[in-house]
């Protein structure tokens, strides 16, 4: 707003405006998010949408997991976003960490009591 020098009312019945036309669409915080034509967007949070690789994937306890940079590719956020919810995995048990440079793996399968 302070860069196009508008005020809050103004950006905000704008969004509305962007709403009906299936443009933008509210996000938790009161934020918005301007959805791309044919995109879908997805609401839960980055670790759960990591654990169900494990799922989804069939991935053994043991099995190695794809690296951060790989997974920041795939679901198109940074590196050390991927980091942070492969560390919340990781205090969780469902992935064990090899130590710097070395691979992560799977150390139990979740279940959604787990991810809540």
Do not use: H
């Not at 301007?34 to 494990?54: Q, Y």
Request: proline share 5%; hydrophobic share 40%; glycine share 10%.
């Amino acid at each position: 707003m302070r860069d196009y020098r508008i005020s809050r009312g103004v950006a905000l019945r704008a969004f509305a405006v962007l709403q009906q036309d299936g443009i933008a669409q509210p996000t938790p915080g009161g934020r918005w998010c301007v959805v791309r034509a044919g995109e879908r967007t997805e609401r839960r949070p980055l670790e759960d949408r990591i654990a169900d690789i494990v799922t989804d994937e069939g991935l053994e306890v043991g099995a190695a997991f794809p690296s951060a940079s790989v997974l920041a590719t795939r679901f198109g956020v940074s590196r050390p976003t991927v980091t942070k919810a492969l560390d919340r995995l990781e205090a969780l048990g469902v992935l064990a960490n090899g130590g710097q440079g070395k691979v992560r793996t799977v150390r139990a399968a979740p279940t959604r009591k787990e991810r809540s």
